[in-house]
């Protein structure tokens, strides 16, 4: 949806944009300029040093039946998913990606992982792995807690 704003008033300061578009269809090509451009001015202070890193279980037909995916970045690893399939979990296939992604980010040089997960997820699961909530957002859908956790990574 695209519509013309002559003015808004934030904070008693009035500023003036052509035009404002919210979509719920990005297109890539604009998200990455967004990052792009937030990472150029990061850099000012830190290495622009992030890696993605992922991690797949597959079956004997090739399939990922299990996986995550992160990011290694400024000594951190960020793990933003970890799915395994129903018919793998309770199997430490979980375990096994987890410590995949920690082994490969302390080669990168990260000294300390993050990540969030919701209640009805497996805050469990990481606290029997080491990591420690840090912090909690309340006020999800059917009550649920965002939980962000940390784990010291260590050799």
């Not at 400024?74 to 690893?77: K, M, S, T, V």
């Not at 375990?95 to 990540?115: H, M, P, Q």
């Given at each position: 949806?695209?519509?013309?704003?002559?003015?808004?008033?934030?904070?008693?300061?009035?500023?003036?944009?052509?035009?404002v578009e919210?979509?719920?269809?990005?297109?890539?090509?604009?998200?990455?300029?967004?990052?792009?451009?937030?990472?150029?001015?990061?850099?000012?202070?830190?290495?622009?040093?992030?890696?993605?890193?992922?991690?797949?279980?597959?079956?004997?037909?090739?399939?990922?039946?299990?996986?995550?995916?992160?990011?290694?970045y400024?000594?951190?690893?960020h793990?933003?998913?970890?799915?395994?399939?129903?018919?793998?979990?309770?199997?430490k296939?979980g375990?096994?990606?987890?410590?995949?992604?920690?082994?490969?980010?302390?080669?990168?040089?990260?000294?300390?992982?993050?990540?969030d997960?919701?209640?009805?997820?497996?805050?469990?699961?990481?606290?029997k792995?080491?990591?420690?909530?840090?912090g909690n957002?309340?006020?999800?859908?059917?009550?649920?807690?965002?939980?962000?956790?940390?784990?010291?990574?260590?050799?």
């Open positions: 949806m695209k519509f013309p704003i002559s003015v808004i008033k934030l904070r008693e300061i009035k500023v003036r944009i052509m035009n919210i979509t719920k269809n990005p297109n890539v090509e604009n998200d990455d300029f967004i990052i792009n451009n937030t990472r150029k001015y990061n850099s000012e202070f830190l290495e622009n040093d992030v890696k993605k890193l992922s991690v797949y279980i597959r079956n004997n037909q090739g399939e990922i039946t299990a996986g995550l995916t992160a990011k290694t400024w000594g951190i690893l793990i933003e998913y970890l799915w395994v399939s129903e018919t793998l979990r309770n199997k296939i375990s096994k990606l987890l410590l995949s992604a920690e082994i490969e980010a302390i080669k990168r040089g990260c000294v300390k992982s993050t990540l997960t919701f209640s009805f997820q497996a805050v469990g699961f990481y606290k792995h080491g990591y420690c909530v840090i957002l309340s006020g999800y859908t059917n009550d649920q807690t965002r939980h962000y956790l940390e784990k010291k990574l260590t050799k």
